[in-house]
Each structure stands twice: as C-alpha cells, then as structure tokens.
C-alpha cells in the first residue's frame, strides 16, 4: 500500500553522547523514529551513504539473508541488503507458495514449492524490490537492496543503532508506506562520535494486520 501524503522529518534531538579516542574510528549512529501520533515506526530504513573511502577494515559483514516464508507472511516483512548479496527464500509453511517480483531492480519467478529452501538468488542492483506470492494474494514483503554497506532498520520500537566510521555521509530513508524522499528528505551528517538522534514524521503508520483474505489453509 502506497501513500502520497507528503511528511515533514523533524530532527528533535542530536547529541554527541561519548567523545572517542584516537584509536576508536568508528561510533555508533542510534536513531528512534516515531510517527506524528509519538507511535513508535517500524521497518524504517537508513542507508548512509559514506562521502569518503572506507578503509576495507571498517567494512561491515554482511550476515546470511533470509526472506523466509512462515504463516502465510514474508518474514521479515522488509529486508536490507548490500548489493551483490544472495538471498536465499526457505518456505516454513506446510503449503505451496510461488514467490515472484516484478520490480525493475530485480525479476525473478520460485515455482510451487513448499517446506524447503529454494536455490538462493543473487540481488546485484540497488534499489526496492517488491515480492509477492501467485497464490497468497496478501503476501508482500519488500527486499531494499544498497550500494552502501552501512544502513539499520527500525524494530518494533522504532529504534536502530548503525556502527560508521567517522566521516560525512549523506543518509537516505525508505519506509513501504511512504515516499522515501518526501517522507524524509536526504541530508548530510557528520560523525566523529556516539549520537542518539530522535525523528519524527508529520502523519502516522497503519500496522500490518497480517490480513490472509479468509483462506485458511489453502
């Protein structure tokens, strides 16, 4: 579901919590992010874009990807990826599902299968790509693919914690029900030290209710 009502991200609060050491080069970047109501948003995404070369050291591994599939629901509903990560896609349920995009960023069909993992594909290109099932209408789950290998995304408390190395960046945000970019506009940052940072958007969020359209077990 799509929203085009135009949100207003006010920076509330930022403050520079630990001043590091010489021999510390990196810091940790926590943002809360709440909705107009002072709710808190989930499955908000920050991807900071590092204006520099990082040295390869201070590279974050990318852990394994998953998009599982457990009750009829992606899970997790929105995932985030380095570009050139494979994503593997097990199905958990007792039941067929036919997992497929269209999304220019990446196309891709995973035929009837149930209760293994099929073969895991390969997410080369930045950008969103939106996945659905042929048969559960009411699944969606999004994968948002970065050039950048420093993001976070929001839990249940609208809350994430990135580790950066010090430096600029310029910090882009994506949320499924909203425009990216109208929803928060990217801005530059500078890091040199621990910041806590609270933004908040000028409408609020509708939670997923996990609908399955009444169809049981099929």
């Known amino acids: 579901m799509k929203y085009k009502t135009l949100f207003t991200a006010l920076l509330l609060m930022a403050c520079s919590t630990t001043a590091l050491g010489q021999d510390d080069q990196t810091a940790t970047f926590s943002i809360t992010l709440n909705d107009s109501d002072g709710g808190p948003v989930d499955n908000g995404v920050f991807i900071f874009e590092p204006q520099f070369e990082p040295d390869a050291h201070q590279m974050p591994q990318q852990e394994p990807a998953v998009m599982n599939q457990i009750d009829k629901q992606f899970e997790p509903h929105v995932l985030v990826v380095k570009a050139g990560t494979e994503v593997t896609f097990p199905n958990a349920d007792n039941l067929f599902h036919h997992v497929y995009s269209f999304s220019p960023t990446k196309q891709f069909e995973l035929k009837l299968y149930k209760e293994f993992t099929a073969e895991p594909l390969r997410f080369e ?3 969103i790509v939106d996945i659905g099932c042929n048969i559960h209408d009411w699944m969606l789950g ?3 693919v ?13 809350q994430s914690s990135i580790s950066l190395p010090h430096g600029e960046y310029t910090v882009r945000f994506w949320h499924p029900q909203v425009e990216g970019e109208k929803a928060l506009p990217p801005q530059s940052i500078s890091v040199s030290a621990d910041t806590q940072v609270i933004w908040a958007l000028d409408t609020n969020t509708i939670e997923d209710d996990g609908f399955d359209s009444g169809f049981g077990d099929y």
């Open 125 to 127: 290109n930045a950008g």
């Open 142 to 144: 999004y994968i948002v």
């Open 146 to 158: 970065s050039d950048s290998p420093y993001f976070g995304k929001t839990d249940n408390e609208g």
